[in-house]
């Protein structure tokens, strides 16, 4: 089945350095890839998302593309904050077989940001 | 501002009870999920339901029941044959077809002892 493989973390970062968070997938169909984000004590909130192979999705200064050579759908981010301390989801829903409720959630990768 | 409520956001049973976490919504969104999440494990489908009176089985179903008998509505009860019921439970919504985002409120924290 599809399935989704995110870097092991914890991550641990200084203020203002690069932010590469790896995700890798598997799936039969022609997935949509998503990345979201969990705050301590909250729920997930979507980040980003790409639809089809070579769309790059972003926001809050965060980016990742959709690279179906490499099938992988990497977070990037040039200059981290505190604030982006975080636990993110790299996830696949598979368009061709159903909806939502077809989400694939990888295992999470943690993030601090150290000042 | 729409969004989801989970209540409450602490729970706390003796084994071998049953309990109802609570999950609204009122984004209007037809459909709403129940999920799991456990330290090192991401997140799991228990249950999910597109349309008022009617709602399927995820992957990890055994030991819940649910009822969607409103649309804004998404109670998940945690009966006595769920074996580890200690987690934290997130309810989500989306507006039902493919690629729709899903939305989720901030979680329940159960605890059984």
């Known amino acids: 089945g599809d399935s989704v493989t995110q870097m092991e973390g914890p991550v641990t970062l200084s203020e203002e350095a690069f932010l590469t968070i790896n995700c890798t997938y598997t799936a039969t169909g022609y997935p949509s890839l998503f990345w979201y984000v969990q705050y301590p004590g909250e729920g997930l909130q979507l980040l980003l998302k790409a639809t089809k192979a070579d769309d790059k999705g972003s926001n809050k200064g965060f980016e990742a593309t959709y690279r179906k050579e490499t099938t992988s759908f990497h977070l990037e981010k040039g200059s981290v904050q505190v604030s982006d301390s975080a636990v993110y989801f790299c996830?696949?829903?598979?368009?061709?077989?159903?909806?939502?409720?077809?989400?694939?959630f990888g295992k999470g990768t943690k993030l601090t940001v150290n000042p | 501002d729409g969004g989801i409520t989970q209540s409450p956001k602490y729970l706390f049973r003796k084994e071998g009870q049953n309990v109802t976490l609570s999950c609204e919504q009122n984004?209007?969104?037809?459909?709403m999920y129940w999920y799991r999440q456990d330290p090192g494990q991401g997140l799991r489908l228990i249950y999910y339901s597109q349309i008022v009176n009617d709602f399927q089985k995820g992957d990890i179903a055994e030991g819940y029941s649910v009822s969607r008998e409103k649309k804004e509505s998404f109670p998940l009860t945690v009966t006595s044959a769920q074996k580890n019921p200690t987690a934290f439970y997130l309810c989500?919504?989306?507006?039902?077809?493919?690629?729709?985002?899903?939305?989720f409120g901030n979680g329940t924290r159960l605890t059984v002892t």
């Open positions: 989500a919504s989306s507006i039902a077809g493919v690629n729709s985002p899903l939305h």
């Open positions: 984004l209007n969104h037809d459909a």
């Open positions: 996830a696949l829903s598979d368009q061709t077989q159903g909806g939502s409720e077809k989400l694939v």
